[in-house]
């Protein structure tokens, strides 16, 4: 809360929806390194602060950024490293191009040996995911699909997505989760794609959506999922809504998480070796003391105050050693 303003104000998710509005305004190449915060899970690859470098691109498709991200990864690696070959963690990893590329569903066709696309009613799909044998756990997320897209956005988080250890690009994501992406020719899907390394995401990236009709209804089904339970739907930005009413020109976004990225150049097992103050849990209890305080007098007595006048705290007594006070000659030092 701003008490000036006497307003609230929010951690920013991203900042990709005012490098829109400067691509509505009329710049055609814009981007932004900068911090922003997720209220998520806080393990090896997650800090609920982190940097994300996010571009934007008018006229150009997720065709060109996927092109554009291997070149981007390709560069860096040749400048920071020397080379295109990384070691990580035993393994290793090499992001000269052209990367590996999967659809969506092929992906899940690769790591699973089954195909979304058979699937035609949401109990199908459903049986089909349980089928896998993921952990309880996990199937909890499962229950709270209602559309076949979320139960193939399911499978493919739960199963394929720890397998991509190789720099690999996942494209044509499913409509369900994907509400600021521009419709593939197929419906079902979206030009949206994002690319995975040592089984972590790096980024999120695809041709945006331009049409506010069709943005409006995509937020409206976002707010049906946030009922639902996941916590990941989108907000509906009607300041967003009302920019690109304006006119938003074909425009591919791109996005890397920079925090990701240094940890695959530098080998480290853990976000938090590549950020200065990573979050942590607090230590809440207080350790309590495994004994009982000492009863013992710790007070200096009269015989050593008389051999050490000077002493007003700490002293050891070594029985069997005499010690003598000498008197120096020269002032020392």
């Given amino acids: 809360h701003h008490n000036v303003l006497d307003c609230d104000f929010y951690l920013r998710i991203s900042d990709e929806m005012y490098l829109k509005r400067l691509i509505v305004g009329g710049f055609e190449k814009v981007y932004e390194i900068t911090k922003v915060f997720r209220n998520e899970g806080v393990d090896y690859d997650h800090n609920p602060e982190f940097t994300m470098f996010e571009a934007m691109i008018a006229f150009e498709d997720y065709e060109y950024g996927m092109d554009l991200i291997e070149e981007i990864f390709e560069h860096s690696a040749k400048k920071v490293l020397g080379k295109t070959k990384i070691n990580f963690q035993g ?13 969506y569903v092929e992906a899940i066709q690769k790591f699973c040996q089954i195909n979304p696309l058979d699937w035609k ?4 799909a459903k049986l089909a995911a349980k089928a896998l ?7 909890k997320g499962l229950e709270k699909t209602s559309k076949i897209g979320e139960v193939i956005a399911f499978v493919f988080e739960e199963v394929v997505e720890e397998k991509l250890i190789e720099p690999t690009i996942i494209y044509d994501y499913p409509i ?6 521009k419709k593939c020719s197929d419906p079902r899907f979206t030009q949206r794609f994002e690319m995975f390394a040592f089984g972590s995401e790096l980024g999120n990236n695809y041709t945006e959506l331009n049409d506010p009709v069709d943005l409006y209804q995509r937020f409206v089904e976002e707010k049906k999922r946030e009922k639902a339970g996941f916590e990941e739907a989108h907000q509906t930005d009607y300041d967003y809504l009302e920019a690109i009413e304006h006119g938003f020109p074909p425009t591919c976004g791109i996005a890397i998480g920079i925090d990701r990225m240094v940890m695959l150049f530098t080998n480290a097992p853990s976000i938090k070796e590549v950020i200065l103050f990573p979050t942590l849990r607090p230590e809440n209890v207080v350790a309590k003391p495994k004994t009982s305080p000492s009863t013992k007098d710790y007070s200096i ?3 050593v105050r008389q051999k050490f006048p000077g002493i007003s705290f700490a002293y050891t007594i070594i029985k069997g050693v005499k010690i003598k006070k000498r008197q120096c000659s020269k002032p020392r030092g």
């Fill in 133 to 139: 044998n993921t952990s309880s756990e996990k199937l």
């Fill in 121 to 124: 009613t949401l109990a199908e």
């Fill in 301 to 303: 007595s009269n015989e």
């Fill in 176 to 181: 369900e989760i994907s509400p600021l992406a």
């Fill in 91 to 103: 393994k290793e990893l090499d992001v000269k191009r052209p990367w590996n590329r999967y659809k």
